[in-house]
């Protein structure tokens, strides 16, 4: 998870480690932040020339971005 705001990164990370996925944290205001209109075209180009399997740009509520990410990696919920 790639998220500038400690907050939102942490409200993140505790919604879907508690959905049963394991996740990482990072902080990188350079590419994390997009507030303006002219940084979304670049952050989606940054992610397909880096091949990632998603874009998703906020506000993304944690149960949709957990239904989004098990669409992508086929896991079904850690119910333990």
Excluded: W
Excluded at 42 to 64: G, I, M, T
Excluded at 74 to 79: A, E, S, T, W, Y
């Amino acid at each position: 998870m790639l998220e500038h705001d400690e907050d939102e990164r942490a409200m993140y990370a505790y919604a879907l480690v508690a959905m049963g996925f394991d996740i990482m944290t990072a902080r990188d205001g350079a590419h994390a932040h997009v507030g303006s209109a002219d940084a979304v075209p670049s952050v989606r180009q940054r992610a397909e020339h880096e091949r990632c399997a998603a874009f998703c740009l906020k506000p993304y509520l944690p149960d949709a971005l957990a239904i989004r990410l098990r669409g992508l990696v086929g896991q079904v919920p850690n119910r333990s």
